[in-house]
């Protein structure tokens, strides 16, 4: 196949697919490029936490949640197009109260997602199974929280009813602690 060399900006509505090819079988995977996204033009709002809160289509929801209340994040219908991102405010070393972030009606996340975690100390990543429409972050009582102040989680469609997402996670320097989980 030849390279392409562009000039101005490529632009796509249905995201970008990374597509690899088993040497051996000849079997071809595709899978969405889900870096985290240009922030340019989203709204900033800065959250309050409580007990339910919503993230709009096109916001950056900048939210002070610590640990010590559960707090759960309704997201936008999962439309092509529509990206949210949630902002960590706040140490998450308040508590062991659940984070939960929950897509809208029958919206999903896409199967195979993943999402850096802990186990043990140690890096691990949770995987999302079809089906899965909620995202659960448990902290330690610990500033050693890898989800923590200025950590990112960016929700972006591609396809209607499918979230993809995309995450930066902060940590303390003893990152350590915190997991996360998909779940139904």
């Known amino acids: 196949m030849a390279s392409t060399t562009f000039s ?4 796509s509505e249905g995201g970008f697919q990374m597509a690899t090819k088993n040497s051996v079988t000849g079997a071809v995977t595709t899978r969405m490029s889900s870096a985290m996204p240009d922030l340019t033009g989203l709204v900033l709002a800065d959250t309050a ?5 919503s993230i709009a289509d096109g916001v950056i929801a900048v939210v002070n949640y610590t640990g010590a209340a ?3 994040v309704a997201l936008p219908a999962a439309t092509r197009g529509a990206i949210a991102v949630y902002v960590q405010a706040k140490d998450t070393a308040g508590g062991t ?3 939960t972030f929950d897509a809208a009606g029958t919206d999903v996340w896409a199967t195979g997602s993943l999402i850096e975690s ?3 100390a140690e890096v691990t990543f949770d995987t999302s199974a079809a ?3 909620s995202l659960v972050f448990t902290p330690a009582n610990a500033a050693t929280n890898l ?3 200025g950590s990112k989680i960016a929700f972006m469609c591609f396809e209607d009813g499918v979230w993809t997402i995309a995450s930066e996670m902060s940590g303390a ?6 997991a996360f989980a998909f779940g139904a």
Do not use: K, Q
């Open 70 to 72: 559960a707090c759960a």
């Open 49 to 53: 936490t409580g007990a339910n809160i």
């Open 118 to 120: 802990r186990a043990a």
């Open 131 to 133: 089906g899965e429409t």
């Open 97 to 99: 109260a659940t984070l």
């Open 8 to 11: 101005g900006p490529v632009r």
């Open 173 to 178: 320097a003893d990152a350590t602690t915190g």
């Open 147 to 149: 989800f923590t102040t």
